[in-house]
């Protein structure tokens, strides 16, 4: 059975970086067969994708988000990291990670359960 | 950027009822529309893929249909569990992106 979890503070000040780990299991992110996902929604609105990372390393970010988002990959620890930085309250969101099928339709068949990141001084 | 417009943005319906949400792109996307359902608390669960496709362990009750820019889900008998807020998302672009969402709630 594939399980993602995320983790990480949930609580950033503004104009820090926000920093978040997904841990995978039952599946490995150097399998080649997935991209691995960031998506957010902030509290009572809808899902924005934030960008995805391959086993390789190569990446694709939302450009609303390009300029302050890095996304990694650890396969030793079969993780993958997101680093969202100089964070405003816009910021404040649950976040997910999600497994996208790698081709074919691309769909996202399995998601982390979120955790909340608030930004606030 | 594809904009994804789903409607209604919510509606309101019974045990028993049919339900339909529509959702249109704002370019073709052939068939690479899915569908997503999201209750409260909970991560987003995969329904259907590509248009028609449903998901394994997804009730036959769900159904998808559509192409191009134009796309349906349609729940035949809605069940007790099935009052949730459903997405649309395309994953045509690179730049995947989601419909705002329809919530179905009790009537």
């Known amino acids: 059975q594939v399980q993602l979890q995320e983790s990480g503070p949930g609580l950033v000040k503004p104009s820090e970086t926000l920093s978040l780990t997904c841990t995978v299991s039952g599946d490995s992110v150097s399998s080649g067969s997935h991209y691995w996902s960031w998506i957010r929604q902030p509290p009572g609105k809808g899902l924005e994708w934030i960008g995805y990372?391959?086993?390789?390393?190569?990446?694709n970010y939302n450009p609303s988000l390009k300029s302050r988002v890095t996304i990694l990959v650890d396969t030793s620890k079969n993780q993958f990291s997101l680093k969202l930085s100089s964070v405003t309250a816009a910021d404040t969101a649950v976040y997910y990670c999600?497994?996208?099928?790698?081709?074919?339709?691309?769909?996202?068949?399995?998601w982390g359960q979120g955790t909340l990141v608030t930004v606030s001084s | 950027d594809i904009q994804m417009t789903q409607a209604p943005s919510s509606l309101s319906a019974s045990v028993g009822d049919r339900v339909t949400i529509t959702c249109r792109a704002s370019?073709?996307?052939?068939?690479?529309l899915n569908w997503y359902q999201q209750k409260p608390g909970k991560a987003p669960k995969l329904l259907i893929y590509?248009?028609?496709n449903l998901q394994g362990g997804v009730p036959s009750r769900f159904s998808g249909s559509g192409s191009g820019t134009d796309f349906t889900l349609t729940i035949s008998s809605l069940q007790p569990e099935d009052f949730a807020t459903y997405y649309c998302q395309q994953s045509y672009s690179t730049l995947r992106t989601f419909g705002q969402g329809t919530k179905v709630e009790t009537k």
């Open positions: 999600a497994r996208q099928v790698g081709s074919g339709w691309l769909y996202f068949d399995y």
């Open positions: 370019q073709s996307i052939s068939s690479y």
């Open positions: 590509a248009a028609s």
């Open positions: 990372i391959y086993y390789s390393g190569s990446t």
